[in-house]
């Protein structure tokens, strides 16, 4: 049973405009979040995160949105940029360890000039 | 910077073959890892070590062993190699996370496996 989902296997968007990347999880366990993004023939790197004690976290462009009710945390890139484009992977955990992270499938984003 | 690196960007070998793939870090991590990619399946975790000549099991085991022998080295083998551990092969390594503080994992570049 996938406990983190990323419905939407690719995403499309102008450059200059936002992205919006989600991700639903079924473990009321997890308690940390995180957002890893991967290039092609390159390994993942991490992005920005997010405990479950807060709803929102900001880095530059990138903000995470955190909704424990409805077990659904968010991925806004403004503005979108063409390096953008990559892989973007969801993951969450118990207890805060990375020990037992589980990720979600991925959603590919295409920034277009 | 962590630096993770994995020995082999590609390999191809044969069914039945006995395969190493080798991963090194440098930045004294307790926390080691090996994910496998497939496309629409995400990254599945295969083992984990927490220690030196410690590992525990992830997600999908089946077919794979692992070896730690020195802190900052983590090999994947597979004891015979079938087309279907055909796969893109992530290490990864972090530090032991504390009570409250949660530590990213690190990947390497990954090694791109065809068995034929």
């Known amino acids: 049973d996938q406990q983190v989902k990323q419905n939407s296997p690719s995403l499309s968007v102008q450059e200059g405009r936002i992205s919006i990347l989600n991700c639903d999880y079924t473990n009321s366990m997890f308690d940390y979040f995180l957002w890893y993004k991967k290039y092609p023939a390159e390994g993942p790197t991490f992005l920005i995160s997010i405990s479950s004690i807060k709803d929102k976290n900001e880095d530059g462009r990138f903000t995470v949105f955190l909704n424990k009710s409805a077990k659904h945390l968010s991925l806004h890139i403004v503005p979108s940029q063409p390096g953008d484009s990559a892989v973007y992977f969801c993951?969450?955990?118990?207890?805060?360890?990375?020990?037992?992270?589980?990720f979600g499938k991925g959603t590919k984003l295409t920034v277009n000039p | 910077d962590v630096k993770v690196t994995q020995s082999s960007r590609y390999l191809v070998k044969r069914t039945g073959e006995k395969v190493f793939l080798e991963c090194v870090q440098d930045m004294d991590h307790e926390n080691m890892f090996w994910y496998r990619q497939d496309p629409g399946l995400g990254l599945r975790l295969i083992y984990f070590s927490y220690d030196v000549k410690m590992k525990e099991k992830g997600d999908i085991p089946e077919g794979y062993s692992v070896s730690r022998e020195k802190k900052e080295r983590f090999s994947l083998i597979l004891e015979s190699a079938s087309t279907n551990q055909t796969s893109m092969y992530l290490c990864a390594s972090s530090l032991l996370s504390g009570s409250t503080e949660h530590s990213p994992l690190h990947f390497g570049n990954g090694t791109r496996l065809t068995v034929t």
């Open positions: 993951a969450a955990s118990a207890q805060g360890g990375s020990e037992k992270l589980v």
